[in-house]
């Protein structure tokens, strides 16, 4: 009877270690549903939000395409399967209609192809879905939004991304990564001593640039701008301007050089920082 009451004791401590810790991982997420988040909602609309979530296979890249009005925010973790966050938005004259249309609304991941179906958006009645996936630490992407951010965390491999209207935001990522977006800002936070991979290569038309590294980073930096000014926290060599200001083209080695960090706005400033330890 006691060895039966301890191996019992063993298996519910053992099953509730395994539960903490998928609980502690899915804790990680931070996609809600939030009021005021559908911007083409005129105020006399009804709102539907709904989360849902799915649990895919790894094995090859991951597509993603978040559609003319989502956002998509990918997040390296210790698992090697893909879990798929959706966030369902809707919007109709009545609330029975904006419930009716999420009904209508597909979440497809076959191949690991990411995206979503649905009836036409209408004048009175649109959906939307953005994304948050959990992906293995070391995988290939491919993101594509229209209007809504490309976020990407703590993830290793072959990653193209763009967007037409929203923010790019890379933190601890490597690899061979780039990166577009056409109205947003770019910030990168660089993590290690140097980059893990073949390059980094992000390009925004009009916002600003932020990249922050630690203080003891080694890289060959491009970056620069057209119509903005260039600031940096760490001693460049190059020629300043006759103002005594860093020039608006910049590649220079840092540290001991490297791979090739480039990070570059047509309209908007670039900023150079040291790495806090925020996270996004």
């Known amino acids: 009877m006691k060895r039966l009451l301890k191996f019992s004791l063993f298996v519910f401590a053992t099953f509730s270690l395994i539960g903490c810790a998928a609980m502690a991982q899915k804790n990680d997420g931070s996609m809600q549903c939030r009021e005021g988040e559908m911007s083409w909602n005129d105020g006399n609309q009804q709102n539907h939000c709904e989360i849902r979530e799915q649990t895919v296979l790894a094995g090859g890249a991951i597509n993603v395409d978040a559609g003319r009005n989502g956002g998509v925010a990918v997040k390296g973790w210790e698992r090697n399967d893909v879990l798929v966050r959706a966030r369902v938005q809707t919007s109709a004259p009545s609330k029975a209609e904006a419930e009716q249309l999420a009904k209508e609304v597909r979440i497809e991941?076959?191949?690991?192809?990411?995206?979503?179906?649905?009836?036409?958006?209408?004048?009175?009645s649109n959906w939307s879905v953005s994304y948050e996936i959990f992906v293995p630490r070391r995988s290939d992407l491919?993101?594509?939004?229209?209007?809504?951010?490309?976020?990407?965390?703590?993830?290793?491999?072959?990653?193209?991304?763009?967007?037409?209207?929203?923010?790019?935001?890379?933190?601890?990522?490597?690899?061979?990564?780039?990166?577009?977006?056409?109205?947003?800002?770019?910030?990168?936070?660089?993590?290690?001593?140097?980059?893990?991979?073949?390059?980094?290569?992000?390009?925004?038309?009009?916002?600003?640039?932020?990249?922050?590294?630690?203080?003891?980073?080694?890289?060959?930096?491009?970056?620069?701008?057209?119509?903005?000014?260039?600031?940096?926290?760490?001693?460049?060599?190059?020629?300043?301007?006759?103002?005594?200001?860093?020039?608006?083209?910049?590649?220079?080695?840092?540290?001991?050089?490297?791979?090739?960090?480039?990070?570059?706005?047509?309209?908007?400033?670039?900023?150079?920082?040291?790495?806090?330890?925020?996270?996004?």
């Open 109 to 124: 991941t076959g191949g690991l192809r990411i995206h979503a179906e649905g009836p036409d958006n209408r004048e009175n």
């Open 142 to 280: 491919s993101v594509e939004a229209h209007n809504g951010g490309i976020s990407i965390a703590d993830v290793t491999g072959k990653m193209e991304f763009k967007t037409q209207n929203g923010g790019l935001s890379l933190h601890g990522v490597g690899g061979n990564v780039r990166g577009t977006t056409t109205n947003g800002g770019v910030h990168v936070a660089l993590s290690g001593a140097r980059w893990d991979g073949e390059a980094l290569d992000v390009r925004t038309t009009n916002g600003g640039v932020n990249l922050s590294m630690p203080e003891n980073y080694s890289a060959h930096l491009e970056t620069g701008t057209v119509n903005g000014g260039v600031s940096s926290d760490f001693p460049l060599n190059v020629p300043l301007t006759e103002r005594g200001r860093l020039p608006k083209d910049i590649s220079v080695d840092i540290g001991s050089g490297g791979p090739t960090i480039r990070a570059i706005t047509t309209n908007g400033g670039v900023r150079v920082t040291r790495t806090t330890e925020t996270k996004f």
